[in-house]
């Protein structure tokens, strides 16, 4: 088949513990929460995700909340919280295939018009690797320098979000089966030859992002 026949394979993770919004007193799970329309986060997540198979990575305590909205989806479950988004995406490296087409997306990060226009300029530079950039001066995102993403220091008009494409999955597999720091994330597996496709993002990872998108002002 042609390059891309297949569709691409989705990897949802939604794994974390949700801790800032538990904090902040939200009972419901980080992918449940409402958006603007009435439903849920992970809808709004996966309806934006291009052509191809999908698979969520959560955790076991969540499943029977989030088993509901799941349909269609390989649902791994694991036992317990990861240390990170690159711990949770290892724990599927057995579903993905060295020649799949990979695009791996936090659950609480979406392009507004969808990853579809992302994936084919990332195939139009011939990228091995992609990930989406956005502009911001905030020091809580991690910034990319054209060759690695620095944490929580603003070196660049570029914050990291939390979409990143593999032109196939051995170059994910490969990557991340080095050893790498305790809560290590996705842009760890990124490099000088990484394509940044620069987009605005909807980001809910924090309550405040989540209230000024959905919270009407009294």
Known sequence: GTYGDAGVLSIVLAAGNGQRFADAGYVQIK?????PDGRPLIAWVCERLPAGRQVIVARDADRVTLMPHTHGMVVHW????????????????????AGDELLITYCDTLLPDGAQAFIETARHARAATAMVVFPSAD???GYWDGARTVEKQVISP??????????RGHIFTDRASQVYPFGTGLPSLMNAETYCYQSDVID????????????PVS
């Open 139 to 141: 020091p809580r995102y």
């Open 78 to 97: 694991l036992d317990s919280a990861t240390d990170g988004p690159l711990s949770s995406a290892r724990a599927v490296c057995d579903l993905i295939a």
């Open 31 to 35: 992918p449940l929460l409402p958006m």
């Open 204 to 215: 809910v990872g924090a309550p405040a992002d989540y209230e000024a998108l959905c919270v």
């Open 158 to 167: 570029w914050a990291v979000s939390g979409l990143f494409y593999f032109q």
